[in-house]
């Protein structure tokens, strides 16, 4: 599928980087900080359930579904700045998929973006300083826009290019692809969806542990 395509588009989070973790610890931590330790499992909970969706989204979320009505504290803007910061750190130092540059040789013709529920700045920000940049021609998108409306924005710029395929580590990775008709992986080793693989059966999607087996 993947030696086909001529557009190939990657989730960022558990699938170029080992970062989901890096995610949860942050997000726990500004929480907890903040809330306590009970909402705050509440959120990672949520947040694991439902990875890729922008920030604001979370907590958004977090303040009018999770927290009890009349808790004081930051709103959205603060507490997504807060998190921000502590995602970027642990973007600087988080592991790199080993075989990443391995499969751009091997697909030195295909167009490669991300599309990410990551701030699209800082995503930039983060793979300028750790020289992936230049791996990805065709761009590196994220929020506040969510996948969705990326990838109709791309479509509608004439940048994605059929056959295509889209590398993702959770449901929603999925569900988006399928609403725009590309070909989808499943990558698994760093996922944090735990029932992915009875998903994967269940929805006919092809699973590999990790980029290194794409080659």
Do not use: H
């Not at 506040?144 to 990838?151: C, E, G, R, S």
């Not at 989808?184 to 994967?200: G, M, P, Q, R, V």
């Amino acid at each position: 599928m993947i030696d086909n395509a001529k557009t190939v588009i990657f989730d960022c989070d558990g699938v170029i980087l080992n970062s989901n973790q890096v995610k949860q610890r942050a997000y726990y931590k500004v929480a907890s900080y903040y809330y306590g330790a009970g909402p705050a499992n509440l959120l990672i909970e949520y947040l694991a359930k439902n990875t890729g969706n922008p920030r604001e989204y979370f907590f958004s979320f977090f303040l009018n579904n999770i927290l009890p009505s009349g808790v004081s504290g930051p709103g959205v803007e603060e507490l997504v700045e807060e998190v921000g910061k502590e995602i970027y750190k642990g973007l600087m130092s988080c592991e790199i998929s080993p075989s990443l540059f391995m499969l751009r040789e091997k697909l030195p013709d295909t167009k490669w973006l991300v599309v990410s529920g990551g701030v699209q700045s800082e995503l930039r920000d983060i793979f300028y300083n750790r020289s992936l940049i230049d791996l990805f021609d065709g761009g590196i998108y994220g929020g506040p826009m969510t996948k969705d409306k990326i990838l109709k924005s791309l479509f509608q710029k004439g940048q994605i290019e059929f056959p295509a395929v889209y590398l993702g580590d959770s449901k929603y990775d999925f569900e988006v692809s399928s609403r725009f008709n590309l070909d989808f992986l499943f990558i698994s080793d760093w996922t944090e969806f735990k029932d992915w693989k009875n998903y994967c059966d269940s929805n006919n999607i092809s699973s590999f542990k990790s980029i290194s087996d794409l080659l």
